[in-house]
């Protein structure tokens, strides 16, 4: 059975605080995406990535950088958090030769 | 990628098929039908996609009109544990990494 593992699911993290949000799949999948979920505005893609140590740029990737040293994991960060990063974050794989995306259980993260 | 109109809400009695409509009259010639559903408070989950032809598999089946303007989503045996919001995707079939695109989808409630 396919697996995408987030490290948390809720997070509490402080204003100012750097913030890493881990994503591991097991389906020795190239692709791995970074979303985050906000009522209302549906998924936002914040940044993906087709191989180890390559890196994209989504729609919204001010605030947020990641890391892929392994093809298995994909590391979002939050370089200084913020209360409008408060939000619902959703890591997802793929592979270039199937169609579907996986997703893994997602971490709430609350900036205070 | 093709826009898709949805159905806000749905509700069907447990046991029963639930069928979820999805248009999408402005589909061109090389996109997919895909459909995700997602859980409240869990990652979306893929369902089923298809280009032309019906698709059945452990989940669902799809069925789509032969003019491709239009889809329907069938769970032959809902369950509560179906209730979820369901997203119906059109796009072109993975050509690297690409994001996905959630609409509003519909809100399906199995009721006892």
């Known amino acids: 059975d396919v697996k995408v593992t987030q490290s948390s699911r809720y997070l509490v993290k402080r204003t100012g605080e750097k913030v890493f949000l881990e994503c591991v799949q097991d389906?020795?999948?190239?692709?791995m995406f970074w979303y985050r979920q906000d009522p209302g505005l549906g998924l936002r893609l914040i940044y993906f990535s087709y191989d180890v140590k390559m890196k994209e740029k989504g729609d919204i990737p001010e605030g947020y950088s990641v890391s892929r040293e392994k093809k298995e994991r994909f590391s979002l960060i939050l370089e200084s958090a913020s209360t409008n990063q408060t939000s619902m974050y959703l890591c997802?794989?793929?592979?270039?030769?199937?169609?579907?995306?996986?997703f893994g259980p997602g971490t709430r993260l609350t900036v205070t | 990628d093709a826009k898709t109109t949805q159905p806000t809400s749905m509700d069907c009695a447990e046991g029963r098929a639930a069928n979820l409509p999805c248009n999408h009259s402005t589909i061109s010639g090389n996109e997919y039908v895909y459909w995700y559903r997602q859980i409240h408070s869990q990652g979306p989950q893929y369902i089923i996609h298809?280009?032309?032809n019906n698709e059945t598999n452990e989940m669902a089946s799809l069925i789509i009109t032969e003019d491709r303007k239009s889809s329907t989503l069938i769970l032959p045996h809902a369950t509560l544990r179906d209730t979820a919001v369901y997203y119906c995707i059109v796009r072109v079939a993975n050509q690297g990494a690409q994001k996905l695109v959630f609409g509003q989808g519909t809100r399906l409630t199995i009721n006892p």
């Open positions: 389906m020795d999948h190239e692709n």
């Open positions: 997802a794989s793929s592979s270039p030769t199937i169609y579907e995306q996986y």
């Open positions: 298809g280009l032309k």
